[in-house]
């Protein structure tokens, strides 16, 4: 089975430094535990889209070139880097850098802990309008209620490509006390997000909403919705590895509704190739 995992993450912070890690997290992810959890999925062929992974922004491109040194190790197809977009001036400097690093396909700026309206400030759209000229997309990483914000966003630089990520974060729960999806606020402005043709949905990350355990029988309506939302042809599979996991898991989760849900084709097109397409991957 091919895959491209559109949503992995590295780090080691013996080599850059990372804030926010803390608990089980708090050590290094790099190429030799990314095998150990690839052994969950023996029938996997996988390429991956590296998403920068929060280091300290002043090392930013710094990550970029850690992650291009290790792909004799990792088959890395294309990367997702950080961009201070609230700093037009700081974003021209950034995107110069990426410019000379082809493996950046994308950037990212987190928006889940920001307040309303941060990506639709002055500043904010002209450094986002300079990704777009630059042929980048932008990951958009919120909360499922900043998803208007996204909204506006998409209506305001059509021309920019918005990849939404973990499907806007809706609350899924717990197996026993899941939150239902569909009819929900979150449902509602997921939909409204999809009639922006210039975003793609991201079906990554939901496994970490959840405390503790989860099961397919509570993911599968939060996939329902973003198909119905979205159809086929603009969602790719992301693992969210190693925040979300297990990685085979995860696959074998999103894998297994596909085939359920849609044809051959398109279940090769949302694990692989619509991720190529997205992403401008050679």
Known sequence: MR?????????????????????????SFGPDELDVALQDAPDADCGFVFVQAECEPGQAVAEVDWVASLTSHVPVRGIVARAPLEDPAATEEHLAAYAERPLVVGVRRLLQSEPEGFCLRPGF?????????????FD?????????????LADALPDLAIVLDHLGKPEVGSPDDADPADGTPWAESLRDLARRPNVVCKLSGLPAESPGEWTDAQM?????VALDAFGPDRLLFGSDWPVSGPYGRWLD??????????????????????AERVYGLG
Not at 125 to 137: F, Q, Y
Not at 140 to 152: F, G, I, N, T, Y
Not at 255 to 271: I, Q, T
């Open 220 to 224: 599968r309506p939060f996939l329902d």
């Open 3 to 27: 895959v491209v995992d559109g949503h992995l993450h590295l780090w080691d912070p013996e080599v850059l430094t990372y804030e926010w890690l803390e608990g089980p997290l708090l050590r």
């Open 125 to 137: 759209l002209r450094a986002a309008e300079a990704v777009a000229v630059a042929g980048l997309s």
């Open 253 to 274: 989760t999103v894998s297994s509704w596909l085939e359920d849900r849609v044809g051959e084709r398109h279940r090769k097109a949302v694990l692989a190739e619509n």
């Open 140 to 152: 958009a990483c919120v909360r499922w209620e900043q998803l208007p914000d996204v909204v506006a």
